[in-house]
């Protein structure tokens, strides 16, 4: 059998006013993630890794924030595609390790409803998406509110 690992960080600015979607799903808060898409810094994560460990390069590269046919775009559309792309190369996905770093909104509560969202998207079981929240102890940007950070390691394997 073979395996890979792959890794993935994404950041986004917080505003106040925006929605904020994390894993697939909008979270009640004040502040949202600005970007070209719907700034889903999770699920961005979750495709760098993904495309990184299958060594397809990036989501900037196969999905760039210059293109307009992004602008707005739901990012389980981006992640949609590169399972589709992973499989198209013979490989299938193991399992995810997620870490979200946010002083606010805590999103443990929501986590059970990411996984949901975010197990058929990957097509393996929710046991096999692991989200974790972390603050970032008021330090930086992620402690000053400015903005949030997600992290990912995926294994994936040969089919």
């Given amino acids: 059998m073979t395996i890979r690992v792959g890794f993935g960080f994404d950041v986004h ?3 106040a006013g925006r929605v904020f979607r994390l894993g697939g799903i909008a ?3 004040d502040k949202g993630a600005t970007g070209h898409s719907d700034a889903d810094v999770l699920i961005h994560a979750l495709c760098d890794a993904l495309l990184g460990a299958a060594g397809l390069r990036d989501i900037g590269f196969h999905f760039p924030n210059t293109d307009p046919q992004w602008k ?3 990012s389980k559309h981006f992640l949609t595609e590169t399972v589709r792309m ?3 190369k013979g490989w299938r996905v193991g399992n995810v390790d997620c870490t979200v770093c946010l002083e606010q909104p ?3 509560p929501h986590i059970q409803a990411m996984q949901a969202v975010l197990a058929p998207l ?3 079981p929710a046991d096999g998406v692991s989200i974790k929240a ?3 102890e008021k330090l ?3 402690g000053r509110e400015e903005g949030v950070c997600a992290y990912a390691v995926v294994l994936i394997v040969k089919s």
């Fill in 134 to 136: 972390t603050t970032n």
């Fill in 122 to 124: 990957l097509q393996i």
């Fill in 13 to 15: 600015q917080l505003e």
């Fill in 27 to 29: 979270i009640p808060s």
């Fill in 72 to 74: 707005g775009k739901d």
């Fill in 140 to 142: 930086g940007y992620v």
């Fill in 106 to 108: 805590k999103i443990n």
């Fill in 86 to 88: 992973l499989h198209a």
